[in-house]
């Protein structure tokens, strides 16, 4: 089992920035990837990015490319999202998931396991 805590979330005007931390307690030694996804109101869960644990190849949904970086700090178990040039749009309640089996896909949230509970993030226009 893996355990997932998030942090981080918050309300930020447009153009700002926030960094996300998902903390990871368990069996994290059997993790293959660790992924953000968010959920806006009304719509369904979608993947944001994702990092492949032993290989350390990072992932992103084109919406976010070239503002969120997703990253890792292996002595404390955290995963990071550094969200910069927040819009409205980004605007969603954020999980942390993992997975300890391999796919080729990373985007596709059935394939995690574990999930976090969730940070909320609201840019403001």
């Known amino acids: 089992q893996v355990q997932l805590v998030e942090s981080g979330g918050g309300l930020v005007q447009a153009g700002g920035s926030l960094r996300l931390s998902c903390a990871a307690s368990g069996r994290t030694v059997s993790c293959d990837a660790v992924g953000w996804f968010r959920q806006a109101p009304g719509k369904e869960r979608e993947f944001v990015a994702a990092l492949s644990w032993s290989a350390g190849l990072t992932y992103y949904a084109e919406s976010v490319k070239g503002r969120f970086t997703i990253s890792r700090d292996n002595a404390k178990n955290t995963v990071y999202l550094q969200m910069n040039s927040l819009k409205p749009e980004d605007t969603a309640i954020y999980y942390c998931?993992?997975?300890?089996?391999?796919?080729?896909?990373?985007?596709?949230?059935?394939?995690?396991?574990?999930w976090g509970q969730g940070t909320q993030v609201t840019v403001s226009s």
């Open positions: 998931a993992a997975r300890d089996a391999y796919y080729r896909d990373y985007s596709w949230t059935a394939l995690y396991k574990y």
